[in-house]
């Protein structure tokens, strides 16, 4: 097998005295995808800030695209991670081209490329206009092209699709495909395990923090 | 990875491109510290001595006040989203600093260039002082705009923004300070070399501070 992409061993995570994750052990491998489901408060989006290496386990081991997550190396290996969170991190008064050009400028994608994302997620009509005038779910679709624009290794997607119509539903089935074709891998929380199904090769359950039983995927 | 200075250039020109569009320095604060500057000849009356006398000082101090609000303002604007954004994107945290600190002393620079012929033609019989008070903005603005990125920038890594007053407050008093000093000294014909080196300093140490806490600032804030 290869390295895995994800590698978490007896891993927790405490906000001050409270535990948010509890002996945490999982796998992801190159190329596969899995679909981390669970109650709010399960812990999931605690999981994915983990792996995005946005916080630190306070137990236990963990490495993400082959690095540890207390190293200092893990600061290189972030703009290999591609994360999709509850809310948009679009900047509300530039508008959906200017917030693109800005991600490309900074990591280093081409900038010529942004015309052509927009159109590919259905923004191409809006690209002019300001962040702020846009709906949740064109700012969502505005997330996807951000990250078919950069090309992460890693794809974290939070509540996957959460506010989005059926044409945007299959932008996630897109994104997911694109990244396992990459050789990376992909972790896509979503209340909604019917759609999700077909993309993943397995479920993962978070209950109270921990891993409550795991297979089930479709790929 | 792109370099430090074009990261952080970058940072700058999205923080400026951002204010001018929601205007909330020039549209906002200007006016509010127009009409501070004007409250106190409307106190003392027609007192043109006194007025000449006190007026440097009260412009500073409006400066001071108004601009920590202004960069503090500039520095929170990010929310949460934004700030996971920039640090996925594998942006340093130094160019971070660098390009909001930049830009926030950009605006202060504005904000005193507009406040300052306001304040000559409310107070300023004598010029004489003036002109050095103009010489002094950018590095009251430098180090306003670095001052108040590093406070909301530890104030953020500890979630509480009450800390920010209790950071810039006593820090700022030397510049409020200096400020007046060399801006009475040349009025006086007092020597002001060590108040502008307390300037200068000031910059120097609050620069360095932000770019080396940068780093283990933005990981604690997680």
């Keep these: ?219 | 990875m792109t370099g430090l200075w074009r990261q952080a250039l970058e940072i700058a020109r999205k923080d400026l491109r951002t204010e001018l569009r929601s205007g909330e320095v020039l549209m906002i604060t200007v006016p509010f510290g127009a009409a501070a500057l004007m409250l106190i000849p409307l106190a003392i009356g027609v007192d043109a001595p006194l007025l000449d006398r006190v007026g440097p000082g009260m412009y500073w101090s409006v400066v001071l006040l108004f601009g920590v609000l202004v960069t503090v303002r500039q520095s929170a604007a990010d929310g949460a989203a934004q700030m996971d954004l920039l640090t996925l994107l594998g942006l340093d945290p130094a160019a971070r600093f660098a390009g909001r600190a930049g830009a926030s002393s950009l605006l202060l620079l504005v904000f005193e260039t507009v406040l300052a012929p306001i304040a000559l033609a409310l107070y300023g019989n004598d010029p004489r002082g003036w002109w050095w008070v103009l010489a002094l903005l950018p590095l009251v603005a430098l180090g306003l705009g670095l001052l108040g990125t590093l406070a909301a920038a530890i104030a953020a890594s500890v979630a509480s923004t009450t800390l920010v007053p209790l950071i810039v407050v006593p820090l700022s008093v030397p510049m409020l300070l200096a400020a007046t000093q060399v801006t009475e000294g040349i009025r006086v014909g007092a020597t002001i070399f060590g108040w502008l080196l307390l300037l200068v300093v000031m910059d120097l140490l609050l620069a360095v501070a932000g770019v080396l806490s940068a780093r283990p600032l933005q990981e604690a804030t997680r």
């Design chain 1, 1 to 219: 097998m290869p390295d895995p992409v994800i590698d978490l061993r007896a891993v927790g995570v405490r906000l001050g005295d409270t535990p948010i994750l509890r002996n945490l052990d999982l796998r992801v491998g190159a190329g596969e995808a899995i679909g981390l489901i669970g109650s709010n408060g399960s812990g999931k989006t605690t999981l994915l800030r983990l792996v995005a290496t946005l916080l630190a386990p306070t137990e236990g081991e963990g490495t993400v695209l082959g690095v540890s997550l207390r190293s200092p190396e893990r600061f290189a290996v972030r703009s290999r991670i591609g994360l999709i969170g509850h809310t948009p991190g679009l900047y509300p008064q530039l508008t959906l081209e200017e917030n693109l050009a800005f991600v490309a400028r900074l990591s280093g994608a081409p900038s010529a490329e942004v015309p052509e994302v927009l159109d590919r997620v259905g923004l191409g009509l809006a690209r002019h206009r300001r962040a702020a005038a846009c709906s949740h779910g064109m700012q969502r679709r505005g997330e996807f092209a951000r990250v078919m624009l950069t090309r992460p290794d890693l794809l974290l997607l939070d509540e996957a699709h959460a506010g989005l119509d059926p044409q945007a539903a299959d932008l996630v089935a897109y994104l997911v495909k694109g990244v396992r074709a990459r050789g990376g891998a992909a972790v896509v929380v979503s209340h909604e395990h019917g759609r999700i199904a077909p993309l993943v090769d397995r479920f993962v359950q978070l209950q109270a923090g921990a891993i409550a039983g795991s297979g089930g995927g479709q790929q």
